[in-house]
């Protein structure tokens, strides 16, 4: 009875064996199958995309790009504006990122990072596991979160995974450099409020710079990054705090720090800044940044060849560093002389306000402050007036006349000219002074005083409309003049077609401050990549546009005169105490534009006023530009030592005297009829003609006083007629009485 049932266990366990056995096959084949057609899978589908272009992938991050201006107490560069673009990130290099900020992250994000090739497997794991079962906590290492930064994925599907993955193998074994991992991350991840990477989360929190935060910071900026919105300190100030205290927790137990550097940070208040932070969100750029924005921006498009959108981007995300030559102090008292609706008239035309814009150039010529617009700015790349192109009315004279003019040897200060109209047009004097009258010879210096028409357009018949149109294209760089332009009205009273812009009229007048060295109007000096690297410099153009010295000390002493009482200048309102000023008005064609153009010993600027379309300014009575660039320089002047022009060496100059009728030297006549007047010529330029225009004629003599007891008492105004001899000349001999002498 033993054998059978021998017999049929054997038989069980047979069975039991083959199946065991055919299982296993196909379990072995399955998994062979899936093996295939998993390395199919990562092969065709996941290997592909694992090589990443990290430079690539990084240009097309938004960086904040900063703008700074010269401090001359620290004698160095200090940040000015921050430009945002879509994300407000400036990049930190990790030797400037505190030791304690990285060994957070570290701690809390992946603390077997420098240990890993990529992929922390264990962790991996533990995320497969809790992500099967339903719970929190990832796998990610900071590697694989940089790289879900770089490609901006999303996607929560095994196949992001899988790319994830081998993009972190594949990133770490190309740059083969752990440092380099954690400071794009650092850099990149978004903590919140708008700031991307740990230096704009340190000043949006803090108002901080990164090397100022403390231990009990560090923590709080690591423990955002895993949920921005449910660990923002400003909305949730107890979860961050929780979130904090672990991260501490997780720095001492890995060795980071010690227990009373843990508890000492724990303890520590937290204070965060959100009014800065909102600010900072709402911060508006100064007319000052619009311009030198859009300056970048040209010499990229210009200089670099970058079309138009990539030279937006590079300017405003690009991360770049602009160095600019903005005074703060100056931009700031433009600012509030602007900001105040009191300064202005209060006119307007069809619900248009009267508008004004000014720029002002330092000594070498470089733009140092720049207002577009009355009232306050509320936005950022707005009309920028001072780039606008307008009429510059009689403002034009020193720059398109009389400076070259000078500059050519055909006058000097005491030259005279006729003021009497140049020719009929349609049977009507031309041209018109404002004065509405003619006073025949007059001397360039109160010609430019008085801002006589008439002889602005006889200077610059002398000098040619087209030498005129040459200097200021191509010698001061106006750009937009145009070949309908090169003719007397415009070029002698400024009636332009093209027109002239506010800050191409401050630069201009900057030449006689320089020493007749035009330098371009810069309101940069250089722009870096967010690298370091230079991207574009800037040098002034140093152009030396008056070959004669004398040029500018004559044109100094002609423009100090419109501002002087005493020889009645059109600007004689204007006063800066201590200061030496010059400059010139300018009213266009029926007065749609009013200027003033001035200098001190520190500064010229240029202000005009007037409607953006093109209306004329009746009701306006004076001219505000005055006002308002004479309020702009007191504040701009107020701590500045007095000083006053320099009018060169006097060995240079000699004083002669001329004739107020001819401009030549007097003769015995001139100075007989009180013609006669000192000038100070630059040694060779005083005339050596003797004037030929004046001639002599006697005032009628007065009568003799009669002696006691000759009156007639018929007549007692009557008395003896004495003769007369005619007045002898200095030289020798008798001056011809032909007529009488003319009044000045």
């Known amino acids: 009875m033993a054998k059978p049932k021998k017999g049929k266990a054997r038989k069980v366990f047979k069975g039991v064996r083959f199946f065991l056995v055919s299982f296993l096959l196909v379990c072995v084949m399955c998994a062979s199958i899936c093996g295939v057609a ?140 752990k440092d380099r991992i954690l ?121 670099k060849d970058y079309p138009l959108e990539l030279a937006k981007w590079k300017v405003t995300s690009g991360g770049v560093q602009i160095y600019t030559t903005v005074e703060p102090a100056v931009q700031a008292a433009m600012e509030e002389v602007y900001e105040d609706d009191s300064n202005f008239p209060n006119i307007s035309r069809n619900g248009m306000r009267t508008e004004s814009a000014m720029v002002i150039c330092n000594n070498q010529g470089d733009v140092v402050g720049i207002v577009g617009g009355r009232g306050k700015k509320t936005d950022n790349r707005v009309l920028v007036r001072a780039d606008s192109p307008r009429q510059a009315g009689s403002s034009i004279k020193p720059l398109s006349a009389y400076g070259p003019a000078m500059d050519a040897g055909l006058i000097t200060p005491y030259s005279v000219r006729d003021n009497a109209p140049f020719k009929e047009i349609d049977g009507r004097a031309w041209p018109r002074n404002d004065s509405g009258g003619y006073t025949g010879p007059m001397t360039i210096r109160s010609a430019v005083a008085k801002s006589t028409n008439a002889i602005a357009v006889r200077v610059v018949d002398e000098l040619t409309p087209q030498a005129a149109y040459d200097f200021l294209t191509e010698q001061l760089g106006f750009k937009h003049l145009n ?165 060169g060496d006097s060995d240079n100059f000699e004083k002669q005297s001329y004739c107020t009728v001819s401009g030549l030297a007097p003769s015995s006549a001139c100075r007989a009829n009180g013609t006669v007047e000192t000038g100070r010529y630059w040694k060779g330029d005083a005339p050596s003609k003797v004037c030929t225009e004046c001639s002599y004629v006697a005032p009628e003599p007065e009568p003799e006083p009669e002696e006691p007891g000759a009156v007639d008492p018929e007549n007692p105004g009557a008395g003896e007629a004495g003769g007369t001899t005619a007045p002898t000349d200095p030289s020798g001999g008798t001056l011809p009485q032909t007529q009488d002498p003319e009044d000045d």
């Open 183 to 303: 400071e794009m991350y650092l850099n990149l991840i978004y903590l919140g409020q708008g700031a991307y990477g740990v230096n704009t989360a340190a000043t949006t929190y803090f108002s901080k710079d990164l090397d100022e935060l403390n231990l009990a910071e560090c923590a709080i900026l690591a423990g955002i990054t895993k949920n921005p919105s449910r660990y923002d300190p400003f909305n949730h100030p107890e979860t961050i705090k929780e979130r904090q205290e672990t991260i501490l927790n997780e720095m001492c137990k890995q060795g980071m720090i010690s227990e009373s550097e843990r508890d000492e940070a724990k303890a520590q208040p937290l204070e965060y800044k959100y009014e800065a932070a909102k600010e900072a969100r709402e911060n508006t750029y100064s007319y000052f940044t619009d311009a030198v924005i859009n300056d970048v921006i040209n010499d990229l498009v210009e200089k």
């Open 483 to 647: 070949s309908a332009d090169i003719d007397l009205a415009p070029m002698a009273l400024g009636g332009m077609n093209g027109g002239v812009t506010v800050r191409e009229m401050a630069a201009g007048f900057s030449i006689f401050l320089n020493d007749g060295i035009f330098n371009g109007a810069r309101t940069y000096t250089k722009v870096l990549n967010s690298d370091g690297t230079v991207l574009l410099e800037n040098e002034p153009l140093e152009r030396q546009v008056f070959e004669r010295e004398q040029t500018v000390y004559y044109m100094r002493d002609v423009l100090k005169g419109v501002t002087s009482s005493a020889m009645g200048g059109t600007a004689r309102r204007i006063n800066v105490p201590g200061m030496d000023v010059g400059g010139k008005t300018g009213t266009s064609q029926k007065k749609r534009d009013l200027w003033f153009c001035g200098f001190t010993p520190y500064y010229a600027g240029a202000t005009w006023f007037g409607y953006d379309s093109s209306y004329d300014l009746s009701g306006v009575s004076g001219n505000p530009s005055l006002t308002i660039w004479n309020k702009v320089m007191n504040k701009v002047h107020e701590n500045l030592e007095p000083a006053e022009f320099d009018m």
């Open 38 to 177: 998993l390395a199919l899978y990562l092969r065709v589908y996941i290997e592909p995309n694992a090589k990443i272009d990290v430079n690539e992938l990084m240009f097309d991050m938004d960086m904040t790009s900063i703008v700074y201006a010269w401090d001359p107490e620290k004698e160095d560069y200090t940040e000015y504006e921050v430009l945002r673009g879509r994300e407000n990130r400036i990049w930190s290099d990790l030797d400037e990122i505190p030791k304690d900020l990285q060994n957070a992250f570290i701690a809390i994000e992946d603390k077997r990072f420098y240990e890993h090739k990529g992929v922390d497997w264990k962790r991996t794991a533990n995320g497969v596991i809790n992500w099967i079962v339903g719970k929190e906590g990832g796998g990610s290492t900071i590697t694989q979160q940089l790289i879900k930064n770089l490609t901006d994925d999303k996607d929560y599907s095994v196949k992001r995974k899988l790319n994830e993955i081998f993009r972190a193998l594949q990133l770490e074994k190309d740059l083969g450099d």
